[in-house]
């Protein structure tokens, strides 16, 4: 079992910032911490930032490219995404994802709001 634990989420003014976290426990050496998802109402699913198992290579989604920034510590088995000059389009649920490494099965935390208004 592979448990993702999103934190960090909440209500920010235009502008702001914010730091989400996910936590992964449970059989994580089955798994690959990839990144941020997010989903806005009536919309799709969408890939934020990915991060490679080392760290050493990340892409973003071209609307948060120089704003957000995606990091991970594998002591601590956690990815942070840090967010910053939020915007209202950045309004949405934010998902943490992992991938089985055998299978390619995806796993996905709970979610975590995240509210961009003034």
């Known amino acids: 079992q592979v448990q993702l634990v999103e934190s960090g989420g909440g209500l920010v003014q235009p502008g702001g910032s914010l730091r989400l976290s996910c936590a992964a426990s449970?059989?994580?050496?089955?798994?690959?911490?990839r990144g941020w998802y997010r989903q806005a109402p009536g919309k799709q699913r969408e890939l934020v930032a990915a991060i490679s198992s080392s760290g050493g290579s990340t892409n973003y989604a071209d609307s948060v490219k120089g704003r957000f920034t995606i990091s991970r510590d594998n002591a601590k088995n956690t990815v942070y995404l840090q967010m910053n000059s939020l915007k209202a389009e950045d309004t949405a649920v934010y998902y943490c994802?992992?991938?089985?490494?055998?299978?390619?099965?995806?796993?996905w935390g709970q979610g975590t709001q995240v509210t961009v208004s003034s």
């Open positions: 449970g059989t994580i050496f089955s798994i690959n911490l």
């Open positions: 994802n992992a991938k089985n490494k055998w299978n390619n099965d995806d796993y």
